[in-house]
């Protein structure tokens, strides 16, 4: 399986943006890059996902850079509630490999 | 939609008992997963299955079992409980589709004491 490296932890203040970073130098075409949360005692959620577009939802953004060797997770306005543990993870599209792989993910801190 | 659901959500295993983690999902989905999390640790794969009747190992399958018998459900057997098994427990659903993402169940704890 593809690996990612994120940072360990990250804080942020709330109502402010928090980009999370993701680096995949090992990606290949077909893999989906997904992006799960966990908010504490919780199972994970899922945040989004893309392939090579950049990618907007209701929760969040995600921007990939044109080699698709890296992406961002961005958070418009942090809260309190966004306290979780953010994972990225790569999804092999060409059905190889149908699981998520963890890795240990960034811990976020949102300080009010 | 109740999504995913396990049962039970707390249980206190002795060593060498067994028990089954049951784990429901109603949207019809064809793959379905059994994660663990140690404490401050990420998930590790146990077992998975890409539909009824099949099943495959993941990362860490020793000391467990599976069987999809029907879409809907998949439980996970612990046949000699151990205290390495003590952990969080979660089973996972996804449709064929990659455009679409993982639905995590709430987890069960599990302590083996």
Redesign the interface.
């Known amino acids: 399986d593809a690996k990612t490296t994120q940072p360990n932890s990250m804080e942020s203040n709330e109502e402010e943006p928090v980009h999370l970073p993701c680096n995949h130098s090992t990606i290949s075409g077909t893999d989906?890059i997904?992006w799960?949360r966990q908010l504490p005692s919780?199972?994970?959620?899922?945040?989004i996902?893309g392939l090579t577009s950049n990618v907007n939802n209701r929760m969040a953004s995600l921007a990939i850079a044109e080699d698709r060797k890296s992406s961002t997770l961005i958070l418009h306005r942090a809260t309190l509630r966004d306290a979780a543990v953010y994972?990225c993870i790569l999804?092999d599209?060409q059905g190889g490999s149908?699981?998520?792989?963890?890795?240990?993910?960034t811990k976020l801190t949102v300080n009010p | 939609n109740a999504g995913v659901t396990q049962t039970p959500k707390f249980r206190i295993l002795k060593i060498g008992q067994s028990m089954t983690l049951q784990c429901t999902q109603d949207m019809n989905h064809n793959?379905m997963?059994w994660?663990r999390q140690d404490p401050g640790?990420?998930?590790?794969?146990i077992y998975?299955s890409?539909g009824a009747g099949i099943t495959d190992k993941?990362?860490v399958p020793n000391g467990y079992n599976v069987s999809r018998s029907t879409t809907e459900d998949f439980p996970l057997r612990l046949e000699l409980a151990a205290p390495s098994q003590t952990s969080v427990y979660?089973c996972?659903s996804s449709n064929a589709l990659?455009?679409y993402?993982?639905?995590?169940?709430?987890?069960t704890r599990l302590t083996v004491v």
């Open positions: 989906y997904h799960y919780q199972g994970p959620e899922y945040v996902h994972y999804r599209a149908e699981k998520l792989v963890f890795g240990k993910g | 793959y997963y994660y640790m990420g998930l590790k794969l998975y890409v993941g990362e979660f996972a990659l455009n993402g993982y639905t995590f169940g709430s987890g």
